[in-house]
C-alpha cells in the first residue's frame, strides 16, 4: 500500500494516462467508476500548456482537472525518447522545439522540478534520459550517466516534503549497468524507484526475462514502479518479478480505435462480424459499457464517427486493466497468485500486443 496526501492506493496499482490533465474522452467520475486509484500526468505538455502558474494559480492540478484521488506526474524525461527528433541533448538539460507552436523550450532537473511542484502531484519523479532499444552500450552508458546527474539534482531542486519522489534506474537491459545505476539512487535516496526504459523497442520475452533477473534489486520498502508498460500479460510477468505500479496509453488508445480487451479475447469492433451483435462487449465485465450496449451499436458508433465510441471502449478497457488488478491483489492476498498468473496466461484475456494495429 502506498500512502499519499490524496488517499491510499492499493497495490499493484494500474495509472491511466491523462497526459494533458485529462484522460482522453473520460470524465473523472467515469474514471472513478473503473476501480482507479491514482492517475498520471505529464511535465512535458502541461509545461507548454497551460503552463504550470496557470495550474497552480486555478487550485493545483487536483482542482484543475477535476480529480480528488492521487495524481503522479512524469519528469518530462520520456518525450527525451519520443520527441528526439525534436530535442537537442545536453548536460545541461534538454531543449525541445516545441510541437505546439515551435518555440524552444528548455527543461533542466530544476525546471522540471519547479513545474511538477507548482503542479502539486502526489507523486513526483526526477528527470532522466530514456534511450532507446536497442541502443549501443555507449549510448546506455552516456544516459545513465546524466540520468544519475540529473537525479542529484532533482533530489537537490524538490521543495515540497508532501510529495514523493521517485527516482529511475535507466540501463537497458544491461543487467551491471542499471544495477550501478540503482545503486547510485539508493545513496541518493528517494522515495520510490521506477524501472524507465523498457517497452521501448526490446522483444516482449526479452523485458520479461529482465525484469524477472532485476525487479527484485529494487528496494523492497519502497514502491517499485515499471514505467509505460504495457499489456495485461506484461502487468502479470512484472508482478510476478515485484512490480507495484504501471501506468500505459494501451487500454485508451486502442478504446478509440475500437479495440477492446476482453476476458475472451481482443474484440475489434469494425469487423463486420459485430454488425448484429447484440452481445455485450464482454459478458464477464460489470462496466457501464458492457452492461448497457450492444457490439452492434459500438460498431455503429465506429462506424459512423461518432466520438461516443471511443468513450465507451476506453471506458471499458480501463475497467478490464483494474478488474485485473484486483484480482490481482486478491490472489496475492490469499496466497493463489502463482495458480492465477498461470490460469490468466493461458487464457484469451493474455492474448494482446503492446499496440495494435488500425
Given at each position: ?182 545503486g547510485r539512487l539508493v545513496e541518493i535516496g528517494f522515495e520510490g524507484y521506477a524501472l524507465g526504459g523498457l517497452s521501448v523497442g526490446e522483444p516482449p520475452p526479452e523485458m520479461w526475462q529482465f525484469l524477472d533477473d532485476f525487479a527484485w534489486r529494487l528496494p523492497s520498502d519502497r514502491p517499485r514502479y515499471l514505467m509505460g508498460v504495457g499489456t495485461p500479460r506484461d502487468l ?123
Open positions: 500500500m502506498i500512502h499519499t496526501p490524496h488517499g491510499q492506493i492499493l497495490t499493484p496499482a494500474f495509472m491511466p494516462v491523462g497526459t494533458q490533465a485529462t484522460v482522453k474522452g473520460l470524465t473523472p467520475p467515469q474514471i472513478c467508476e473503473t476501480g482507479t486509484q491514482i492517475l498520471l500526468a505529464n511535465t512535458y505538455h502541461l509545461l507548454l500548456r497551460p503552463g504550470a502558474e496557470v495550474v497552480k494559480q486555478l487550485g493545483g492540478l487536483h482542482r484543475f482537472m477535476g480529480w480528488n484521488g492521487p495524481i503522479l506526474t512524469d519528469s518530462g524525461g520520456f518525450q527525451v525518447f519520443s520527441l528526439a527528433r525534436l530535442r537537442r541533448l545536453d548536460d545541461e538539460g534538454v531543449e525541445f522545439q516545441s510541437h505546439v507552436d515551435g518555440a524552444l523550450v528548455r527543461l533542466t532537473p530544476e525546471v522540471s522540478i519547479a513545474v511538477q511542484n507548482a503542479l502539486g502531484a502526489d507523486i513526483i519523479m526526477a528527470f532522466d534520459e530514456c534511450p532507446p532499444l536497442p541502443a549501443e552500450p555507449h549510448v546506455l552508458y552516456a544516459a545513465v550517466r546524466r540520468t544519475l546527474a540529473w537525479a542529484q539534482r532533482s533530489r537537490a531542486a524538490h521543495q515540497h516534503a508532501d510529495q514523493a519522489l521517485y527516482g529511475i534506474v535507466q540501463g537497458g537491459l544491461d543487467q551491471n549497468l542499471r544495477q550501478e545505476c540503482l502479470l510477468e512484472a508482478i510476478a518479478a515485484g512490480i507495484d505500479q504501471f501506468d500505459c496509453v494501451l487500454p485508451t488508445r486502442n478504446g478509440r480505435k475500437g479495440y477492446a480487451f476482453t476476458s475472451r479475447g481482443v474484440v475489434r469492433l469494425r469487423n463486420s462480424v459485430h454488425r448484429l451483435s447484440a452481445e455485450p462487449l464482454d459478458p464477464a465485465c460489470d462496466c457501464q459499457t458492457c452492461r448497457n450496449f450492444s457490439r452492434g451499436y459500438l460498431r455503429h458508433l465506429f462506424m459512423s464517427g461518432e466520438i461516443l465510441g471511443g468513450t465507451l471502449v476506453s471506458l471499458h478497457n480501463i475497467r478490464f486493466y483494474q478488474n485485473v488488478m484486483a484480482l490481482t491483489r486478491a490472489a496475492i492476498a490469499d496466497g493463489t497468485f502463482d495458480a492465477f498468473r498461470r490460469d490468466f496466461l493461458t487464457s484469451p484475456a493474455a492474448e494482446a500486443n503492446r499496440e495494435l494495429d488500425d
